[in-house]
């Protein structure tokens, strides 16, 4: 499986953007995925999973309420739609395929990423 990921950018605080991640391969549909960030110095960590048919969710506390995950298997597409960004969002964007979890073990393919930047 391949990801690559898109949407990323320069925004103002408040401002809200949406990532894609498309995968490669017949196998998306079988897979839980994953968005998780990270930040300069910081660990890679988790923000968002959505399970194989879209029925499951789950997100980081700092995100609930302003970033939500989607999935389109027919288009191979993860989303993740962020609103109400904040300087402290900023960070590499990373999706991954792999097991419904919030750790970063449980997943098996990861994307390049995608730069969010959040100007105060």
């Known amino acids: 499986v391949q990801l690559v990921e898109s949407g990323g950018g320069l925004v103002q605080a408040g401002a809200s953007l949406r990532l894609s991640c498309a995968a490669s391969?017949?196998?998306?549909?079988?897979?839980?995925m994953g968005w998780f960030r990270q930040a300069p110095g910081k660990e890679r960590e988790f923000v968002a999973t959505?399970?194989?048919?879209?029925?499951?969710?789950s997100y980081a506390d700092s995100v609930k309420g302003r970033f939500t995950i989607s999935r389109d298997n027919a288009k191979n597409t993860v989303y993740l739609q962020v609103n109400s960004l904040k300087p402290e969002d900023t960070a590499v964007y990373y999706c991954?395929?792999?097991?419904?979890?919030?750790?970063?073990?449980?997943?098996?393919?990861w994307g390049q990423g995608t730069q969010v930047t959040v100007s105060s």
């Open positions: 991954a395929a792999g097991s419904y979890s919030t750790m970063k073990n449980a997943y098996d393919y």
């Open positions: 959505i399970g194989r048919s879209g029925t499951v969710r």
């Open positions: 391969g017949r196998t998306f549909s079988t897979a839980a």
